[in-house]
């Protein structure tokens, strides 16, 4: 951490006061095992945090396992990998649980000590991460990003489900604190024992998803027509995100408008599954980047059953591009979408709502357009750069309550640094 201070002594009364040192930049390490390519909400929405990070000034080093033969670590400035060995989980085949390296930590942070440890996921990997940073007298801070215990209920592995959330409480309950996307998601996690829980919402790109980027091209290779509408999900293609809710309610909807299509955007083992019982449906694979914005904005409306998400960054995405979103008030369409301005939202505890939401949706005609105009316009304040400012914030209150022992320093310790800065 570099201590820097324009006045670090002034006289008041004739006496020295010692003003407090201004932190120019920190030594970030960040423990993860999810990042791009892999393409998942935790993993884009922590790229954009480090991107952040070091364009205010801080150096990061971010642990994570290695993803591929091919994969090898990244440096730059401000910025470098470290890779470790990692095993596919279960079901999601596409990505890696690291393998405990408490030894690893030890060694590195006894050499380069970080000024913070932030554990971004709660594998074997972060766990270690976990033990050494305590060893260490390093402060941590954790993210709660994904319900592993909600989505064991959907691979028939309910039993785990308690198992689960007591291991997640017992990691998180022993970092400084937790970073929670939501304040719904914050009192749940009070109600079931997680303690020093902080709101850190998520922020959207909407110059990149953005409804300019809406292509007549790519509609007319659907075969749309001037006038359709159609659907798009976003997402895996997996249980967890409650598909067969969005099939049905795509089914009533096709009811009405049987030219409607869907175009399913992503990848995962319910794909087969979706071809056999979903009529309409165009299948899109993995998109990404410029491509991913140009199929979000070449939609009309935008239908999200999922019940399992800590957040769940599609529904920006979605709302930026200028779509109709249709989601369970919970999660981010809870915290940004108003029932019918922006948005439309289904009842978590009511089966039908969300089939009848989504009826709804197609009986709006021209008001469709206000609703999503509306929605692009709820986005526009909700940058990265503002929520990046807000977790740099909690780095430096982490460290102001909590710096470690070998660091602390008196008043005259700090300006005689500053002064030799």
Avoid at 155 to 181: A, E
Avoid at 236 to 256: G, Y
Avoid at 355 to 384: C, F, M
Wanted: charged share 20%; glycine share 8%; with cysteine.
């Amino acid at each position: 951490m570099k201590l820097t201070n324009t006045q670090p002594m002034t006289f008041v009364d004739n006496h020295l006061e010692i003003n407090p040192p201004l932190v120019e930049s920190l030594n970030i390490s960040i423990v993860t095992e999810t990042y791009p390519p892999e393409v998942n909400g935790v993993a884009s929405t922590l790229a954009r945090f480090i991107r952040g990070l070091r364009d205010l000034g801080h150096s990061i080093t971010l642990v994570r396992p290695r993803q591929g033969r091919g994969d090898s670590p990244v440096s730059q400035a401000h910025f470098q990998e470290i890779l470790t060995q990692g095993i596919p989980i279960p079901g999601y085949s596409s990505l890696k649980v690291g393998l405990p390296r408490r030894g690893m930590f030890l060694q590195q942070w006894s050499v380069n000590r970080p000024d913070l440890v932030h554990i971004v996921t709660e594998g074997p990997l972060g766990w270690s991460a976990l033990e050494a940073a305590q060893k260490l007298g390093i402060p941590i801070c954790s993210d709660f990003r994904t319900n592993f215990d909600a989505y064991s209920s959907h691979y028939g592995l309910n039993w785990l489900k308690s198992p689960i959330q007591k291991y997640m409480r017992y990691f998180h309950n022993r970092t400084n604190f937790t970073m929670v996307p939501t304040q719904g998601l914050k009192s749940q996690l009070q109600n079931a024992g997680f303690e020093r829980l902080r709101v850190l919402a998520r922020g959207i790109d909407t110059d990149l998803f953005n409804p300019s980027k809406r292509s007549s091209e790519l509609r007319e290779s659907w075969g749309v027509k001037d006038g359709e509408e159609v659907v798009v999900y976003v997402g895996r293609l997996a249980s967890e995100k409650n598909l067969l809710v969005t099939v049905n309610a795509f089914k009533a909807m096709l009811a009405i408008k049987p030219n409607l299509k869907i175009v399913w955007v992503g990848d995962g083992p319910q794909k087969s599954f979706l071809e056999l019982i979903c009529p309409n449906s165009i299948f899109a694979g993995i998109q990404s980047g410029e491509s991913l914005a140009q199929y979000y904005a070449s939609g009309d409306i935008f239908l999200f059953s999922s019940l399992s998400e800590t957040f769940g960054n599609v529904t920006l995405e979605a709302m930026a591009s200028g779509l109709a979103v249709l989601a369970y008030d919970y999660a981010a369409a809870g915290q940004v979408i108003q029932n019918g301005v922006n948005g439309m939202l289904a009842n978590c505890n009511h089966p039908d709502s969300f089939i009848n939401q989504s009826l709804e949706l197609l009986k709006k005609g021209p008001e469709l357009d206000v609703l999503r105009k509306n929605a692009r316009q709820t986005t526009l304040n909700l940058s990265w750069e503002s929520v990046t400012a807000k977790l740099n914030q909690n780095y430096y209150e982490l460290l102001h309550s909590y710096p470690p022992k070998e660091k602390k320093m008196n008043a005259l310790a700090l300006s005689e640094a500053c002064i030799k800065q």
